[in-house]
């Protein structure tokens, strides 16, 4: 218990005020907890276990929970940046870690606002008001497109960031060794499951997802954007 306790260097004092600790919760629970869920959430469950796809389509249950655990994670990241900008006090190692931490949030307003201008939906379960399908998403205009390419990359990219943040976060205030251990062996399980899922084929499309295989559509003539998503030829995942 006392080794769990005692700090990674055992050279340097683990001491933090109480702004910067809520700073540091805040951003672990952020980054390392909620959003990484809402990325599980919109990569492996387009199509619901059980669901009857390709007869029921447009399942949103991912959608909400995406939105869910992506709107909390960025309020908790606006509160916790909120705490350190009162926060008195520097550090040695903090020139790093506030830049790359300045990056995250700066890209994570960018990746907000391109899902508030991501476009029209469109297609047949959205049809406008002359009854025409057209939807800059079924219809993959260059707008959805830009916006596919940028909202993916930039997601991943973000929980790159974030976590090699985390890390010189918790090298930075000396952190206890428990903290580490709890930390590893959780992203370790993210991995895991994220693994795990992609082996079942689970990364489906999002647009055969909402409007099912059919040549008729549109989108279904381009190739799926973003590494390692599948189009589906034979059975959906179970």
Same mark, same amino acid.
């Given at each position: 218990?006392?080794?769990? #306790?005692?700090?990674?260097?055992?050279?340097?004092?683990? %001491?933090?005020?109480?702004?910067?600790?809520?700073?540091?919760?805040?951003?672990?629970?952020?980054?390392?907890?909620?959003?990484?869920?809402?990325?599980? /959430?919109?990569?492996?469950?387009?199509?619901?276990?059980?669901?009857?796809?390709? /007869? %029921?389509?447009? @399942?949103? $249950?991912?959608? &909400? $929970? &995406?939105?869910?655990?992506?709107?909390?994670?960025? $309020?908790?990241?606006?509160?916790? #940046?909120?705490?350190?900008? @009162?926060? %008195?006090?520097?550090?040695?190692?903090? +020139?790093?870690?506030?830049?790359? +931490?300045?990056?995250?949030?700066?890209?994570?307003?960018?990746?907000?606002?391109?899902?508030?201008?991501?476009?029209?939906?469109?297609?047949?379960?959205?049809?406008?008001?002359? +009854?025409?399908?057209?939807?800059? =998403?079924?219809?993959?205009?260059? !707008?959805?497109?830009?916006?596919?390419?940028?909202?993916? *990359?930039? +997601?991943?990219?973000?929980?790159? #960031?974030?976590?090699? @943040?985390?890390?010189?976060?918790?090298?930075?205030?000396? $952190?206890?060794?428990?903290?580490?251990?709890?930390?590893?062996?959780?992203? *370790?399980?993210?991995?895991?499951?994220?693994?795990?899922?992609?082996?079942?084929?689970?990364?489906?499309?999002?647009?055969?997802?909402?409007?099912?295989?059919?040549?008729?559509?549109?989108?279904? =003539?381009? !190739?799926?954007?973003?590494?390692?998503?599948?189009?589906?030829?034979?059975?959906?995942?179970?």
């Amino acid at each position: 218990m006392d080794w769990l #306790l005692s700090s990674i260097d055992p050279d340097r004092a683990h %001491e933090v005020g109480a702004l910067v600790s809520w700073h540091g919760r805040g951003m672990v629970l952020a980054w390392g907890f909620v959003l990484p869920f809402g990325v599980l /959430a919109a990569r492996f469950f387009k199509i619901m276990p059980g669901q009857n796809w390709p /007869a %029921e389509v447009d @399942n949103l $249950a991912w959608w &909400h $929970a &995406h939105q869910i655990f992506q709107y909390t994670g960025l $309020a908790i990241v606006a509160a916790a #940046l909120a705490l350190i900008l @009162n926060a %008195e006090g520097d550090t040695p190692s903090a +020139g790093l870690h506030r830049s790359v +931490g300045w990056t995250v949030c700066l890209f994570a307003l960018v990746q907000f606002l391109s899902g508030i201008f991501r476009g029209s939906k469109g297609g047949p379960t959205d049809l406008s008001g002359d +009854g025409s399908p057209f939807g800059d =998403h079924y219809n993959m205009t260059p !707008k959805r497109l830009v916006f596919e390419w940028l909202h993916k *990359f930039l +997601g991943y990219l973000l929980l790159v #960031l974030a976590l090699i @943040n985390i890390v010189s976060g918790l090298w930075m205030t000396n $952190a206890p060794i428990w903290m580490w251990l709890g930390f590893g062996c959780w992203w *370790f399980v993210l991995i895991f499951v994220f693994v795990f899922l992609q082996s079942q084929g689970r990364a489906v499309d999002t647009y055969q997802a909402l409007w099912g295989p059919d040549c008729k559509h549109p989108g279904n =003539h381009r !190739k799926p954007i973003g590494w390692g998503i599948r189009r589906i030829t034979k059975d959906p995942p179970q």
